[in-house]
């Protein structure tokens, strides 16, 4: 699915490069689910971002699905990520302004999908997710983890082949933590590939395949 | 799409109220100050083009060139029109017209009124459009016993247009007309405000001056063929005159230009012998003043929008993670903006309606709200996506260029170029307020110099009464009753009101003049007493006196004068007015006739109490104005029973000299308000935010000790620091504009530094009023609950 090659992020800080990330190769499969580990400032999420295009990497290759993510231009990254990739964020960072419907709704939105369409997608995922009656709540009414459902229910909404989580239950309590967690093991039996990144052996467990990172570095 | 940018923009708007307040309110505010003057500007730019054949009908106005300068001016020759109808084949029509709109005494049956009105040839209603209801417009002026009236004046005579038709009308009492013609009121774009026309012949039959070439009076309209040049007949007609004036030579040559007549109204003032502007000065000073206020109103809503960008950097992070590009959220942002200045719009529509009645009053104008008009509507939505484009542009650019994923980790700081943008703009905002402040203290200073200045006559406790009627031959009878009747100290006459000598001459001669020199002397006659009774005083010399008989062939000269003149004791000296032989009696310190506006000019005044026409002058003992009233319109009565009696202040018609100048102050000192409240409001939107943005700070500062006074300066002492500079600024721009201002008056005040001084500690107090609630409120604030929202 995606291939980084030497990929190296640094910041120049005082005229000194300051390394982020330092030469890392890896390869991930369709299907899998990766967790990535380490310690604060390891670069664990900034990895995350790179992936995810939201970020540049400072030098090395990326190919994700068959294209060289870096030779890409603005436009067709947000195209390539808009199609392929959903996110969730440990602070969840939906719209305040928005009910839970409309924040799933966004994405599908800057698809240009139709509002017919539309409409019976958001039911749809709605109905998976058990949140049919929050529906027209706002984030702030709802609890952590259910505002965490409506993240991952977003990040689901334009059926992305990779889920993107950074430390998707950092926020929540130890049993809303594991729904979370059950709920990603089932997404990722459904055939959706999964990078998260954790801070928790017990969380990083659900996953195929653990990569840990220690200043920049990935750790053999 | 469109509905989520909708959705989210109202949920904003409702959830911060005071901003959404400051933005409509503040947006609102500029838009109707700007609507008023777009309203204004129309209005002045539709003066008199409604004419069916507007592109057709021209004014031909002199240029004269004599005594070393070059003077334009409208007024022409009386037998001019018919000479050019005659022999230049493109003038298809043309027709006198005298400017002098003045109240003349009409009497039908019962009833004796005055109206005001004019001359004006057979052409008249055949090249305007003035809508006739009764009469036919090809002859309607043509019968030299037929005159033209309006509806109101037809109605208020005869009870009806039908029945005014074909009746005979008594013009000041020694000529009877008959009603040929009932036209409309003129309408309220149409700046002449005559309401009789009465046939050129009867105007030339009382005035025989007309009949020379040499006398310039009326004004010449002409319509040119439809297919004639305008350019190529201006050219032809340049040396007209020099066929018909036998004074002309290379001393003193007029040439004749075209203006097209509907111009008349927005560029009737000349320089050196050209069109120089008028009235359109105004429409583009004010035009530029509302840009600039919309523009003010637009500052606050971007710097509002980038200031409290931060709060919006979550949902523009997400947008970005979930798919937006960043076209998208221009759009978006400028869509929330355009849909602010579109709540602001109908705002500004309301306040419109309200305040147009208002406007009216102030600027003397009958503007209507133009519900019907499309291009009204049209240009409100054009307003509205401008404003909305303006305001919403940088916000938008400024915030969709935010990398999503600084703004989600909470890295992301704003960098200094935004902070530096916004005081920026806050700077140009408060430096525009000043120089409007600037403006309205000098015009109104200038306004109260030019009333308050010592005129070198007392215009005070000075009443004109009209010569008309039996006055014209009772005049002395009339003041010998008048000195007798209780509250009258002193009473003359003169044929031009000192308010208004405009009568000029190159009559006039004197020992040592070069015969071949043309030399222009405003010129005035007045009765025994005038020097006294205007209270002028002299250099040297007498006033005319009845104890000297030949004093009917002497003159009174200014100061002016006596240096074009240029004798040395010129008391005695022989000076020749019109062939009139006669000695200097007398030389008046300068005194100012007609307005500021003007210099001083040499001036000669002879003795006649005979001319049929001018101002009786009465000097009235101060205090007894009514009484000394009341006795002259007894007076009037017994002498003069079949005009209704009338009279004029001095004072009051000085004022009106400065009608134009008054309506500008007026209109400055609102849009000076205008501006600084909008201004403030912005400001006050900052303090707020900055209040809210610092509340950590401030609550830790507190923690640690400051006292409330240092946290006041603390949070005061950026916004003042802006608006000093704006000040610096400002000083100069203003001071170069209003000296630039004050160039239309001959007699001006310099540009006080006190002016500055007070515009600047004026917007550094209102500014520090209202940044200090919000900055005593913050300082005020509990450092705990502060400090636990963390």
Not at chain 1, 193 to 210: D, F, L, M, P
Request: proline share 4%; glycine share 6%.
């Amino acid at each position: 699915m995606l291939e980084l090659k030497h990929i190296s992020k640094w910041y120049n800080v005082g005229g000194k490069p300051t390394f982020i990330l330092k030469d890392i190769n890896l390869k991930i499969n369709d299907g899998e689910f990766v967790s990535i580990m380490g310690p604060s400032g390891s670069g664990k999420s900034t990895l995350l971002h790179i992936i995810g295009m939201l970020d540049d990497a400072s030098e090395g290759e990326y190919n994700f699905m068959d294209q060289a993510v870096h030779t890409l231009r603005e436009k067709q990254r947000s195209q390539l990520y808009k199609q392929h990739i959903g996110f969730v964020f440990q602070a969840y960072h939906l719209i305040d302004e928005l009910t839970v419907y409309e924040n799933i709704e966004t994405p599908l939105i800057y698809q240009n999908i139709k509002s017919s369409e539309r409409k019976a997608m958001v039911a749809d995922i709605l109905d998976r997710f058990q949140i049919v009656g929050k529906k027209d709540l706002f984030p702030t009414q709802l609890s952590g983890g259910q505002q965490q459902l409506v993240g991952i229910a977003r990040a689901l909404i334009a059926k992305p082949r990779l889920l993107l989580a950074d430390e998707p239950t950092g926020n929540l309590n130890s049993r809303q933590g594991e729904e979370i967690m059950d709920l990603f093991k089932q997404l990722n039996k459904d055939g959706v590939t999964i990078i998260q990144v954790t801070h928790s052996e017990k969380n990083a467990g659900y996953g195929s395949h653990i990569i840990n990172l220690l200043d920049g570095r990935v750790e053999q | 799409m469109l509905k989520n940018y909708l959705i989210v923009a109202f949920r904003n708007l409702k959830r911060n109220k005071a901003f959404s307040f400051i933005n409509i309110f503040g947006l609102a505010l500029g838009m109707v100050c700007s609507l008023l003057i777009m309203l204004w500007v129309l209005d002045e730019k539709s003066m008199d083009t409604w004419h069916a054949n507007d592109s057709r009908l021209f004014v031909v106005y002199e240029q004269q060139t004599y005594d070393g300068k070059v003077e334009a001016g409208y007024y022409t020759p009386g037998l001019l029109y018919q000479e050019l109808k005659k022999n230049i084949p493109e003038v298809e029509m043309a027709t006198g017209f005298n400017p002098g709109t003045d109240n003349a005494t009409f009497e039908a049956g019962e009833k004796i009124m005055k109206v005001k009105g004019t001359f004006t040839g057979a052409d008249f209603f055949r090249m305007f459009s003035y809508p006739l209801l009764k009469g036919d417009r090809n002859t309607v002026l043509k019968d030299p016993s037929g005159m033209a009236i309006s509806r109101s004046m037809a109605n208020n005579f005869f009870g009806s247009p039908d029945s005014a038709i074909g009746k005979t009308i008594r013009f000041e009492n020694k000529s009877v007309f008959t009603v040929a013609g009932v036209f409309e009121d003129l309408p309220n774009n149409d700046s002449r405000r005559f309401q009789y026309l009465i046939n050129w012949e009867a105007y030339v039959k009382e005035n025989q001056w007309l009949t020379e070439w040499g006398n310039n009076g009326p004004h010449t309209y002409i319509m040119l063929r439809a297919d004639a040049n305008p350019a190529l007949v201006e050219k032809k007609i340049a040396k007209f005159l020099d066929n018909y004036n036998k004074y002309l030579d290379a001393n003193f040559k007029i040439e004749l230009h075209l203006q097209k007549w509907s111009d008349m109204y927005l560029h009737s003032n000349f320089k050196n012998g050209k069109i120089a502007g008028g009235r359109i000065e105004y429409t583009h000073i004010f035009s530029v003043v509302a840009i600039f206020i919309l523009l003010i109103a637009c500052i606050n809503f971007m710097n509002l929008a980038t200031a409290r960008s931060m709060k919006r950097a979550k949902e523009i992070g997400v947008r970005k993670v979930v798919g937006a590009v960043r076209s998208s959220l221009i759009r978006q942002f400028i869509g929330e903006a355009i849909l602010i200045s579109f709540f602001a719009v109908l705002l500004a529509i309301l306040f419109l309606a309200l305040l147009l009645p208002a406007f009216n009053l102030l600027t003397n104008k009958q503007i209507e709200f133009p519900f019907r008009s499309w291009t009204f509507w049209l240009s409100l939505a054009g307003l509205v996506i401008i404003t909305g484009f303006i305001a919403g542009s940088y916000p938008a650019l400024f915030l969709s260029s935010f990398r999503p994923i600084a703004v989600l980790k909470g890295t992301l700081r704003l960098s200094p170029t935004s902070a530096s943008l916004r005081k920026g703009l806050v700077v140009f905002q408060f430096m525009l307020s000043i120089i409007l402040i600037v403006g309205t203290i000098v015009v109104s200073e200038q306004i109260k110099y030019v009333q308050t200045k010592n005129l070198g006559y007392n215009k005070e406790n000075l009443i004109y009464i009209p010569v008309e009627g039996d006055l014209t031959t009772k005049y002395t009878l009339f003041k010998q009753q008048a000195l007798k009747t209780p509250g009258i100290q002193l009473v003359s006459r003169t044929n031009q009101a000192p308010t208004r000598i405009e009568n000029s001459t190159f009559g006039v001669k004197w020992d040592g003049k070069d015969p071949n020199a043309r030399i222009a002397f405003t010129q005035v006659s007045v009765g025994y007493d005038y020097a006294k009774t205007l209270k002028l005083s002299f250099k040297e010399g007498r006033d005319f006196s009845l104890d000297f008989p030949t004093d009917s062939t002497n003159y009174l000269i200014n100061e002016q004068a006596l240096k074009r003149i240029g004798y040395k004791d010129p008391v005695g000296k022989p000076l020749t007015f019109w062939e009139k032989k006669g000695t200097i009696v007398g030389v008046l310190k300068d005194f100012h006739v007609n307005s500021m506006h003007a210099p001083i000019v040499p001036l000669v005044i002879r003795l006649s109490e005979t001319d049929p026409w001018g101002s009786i002058l009465v000097r009235t003992d101060p205090g007894k104005t009514q009484l000394a009233l009341t006795g002259i319109e007894k007076l009037c009565k017994e002498l003069n029973p079949k005009f209704p009696f009338t009279y004029q202040f001095a004072d009051q018609e000085y004022q009106k000299l400065y009608s134009e100048e008054k309506t500008v102050e007026k209109l400055s000192d609102c849009f000076a308000v205008l501006a600084i409240v909008i201004s403030c409001l912005g400001l006050l939107g900052l303090a707020m935010f900055t209040a809210e943005q610092r509340t950590r700070e401030i609550g830790i500062r507190k923690v640690l000790g400051a006292s409330i006074q240092s946290l006041f300066a603390l949070l005061s002492k950026d916004f003042l620091k802006l608006v000093l500079v704006a000040f610096l600024i400002a000083c100069p721009l203003a001071w170069w504009i209003m000296r630039g201002w004050l160039q239309n008056f001959e007699y001006r005040i310099p540009v006080s530094w006190w002016a500055f001084a007070l515009a600047g500690v004026a917007a550094l107090m209102i500014a520090l009023c209202t940044i200090s609630f919000q900055a005593i409120k913050a300082a005020l604030a509990n450092p705990v609950k502060s400090l636990r929202t963390e």
